[in-house]
């Protein structure tokens, strides 16, 4: 869901920590594997529109 989706942003989700957190402290480098990148590049037009 949308809720999902932007807790996983803002308060991490499953024990992982916040992808905004990630992305201030490591920008690209944290997303190792195309997998993960495309995962990311889907869910961050929601994260941007919320």
């Given at each position: 869901t949308v809720q999902d989706v932007?807790?996983?942003w803002?308060?991490?989700f499953a024990g992982q920590p916040a992808i905004q957190g990630l992305e201030e402290r490591w920008g690209a480098r944290w997303r190792p594997g195309n997998a993960v990148k495309v995962q990311f590049c889907r869910r961050k037009v929601i994260w941007d529109a919320l």
């Open positions: 932007w807790k996983q803002a308060e991490g």
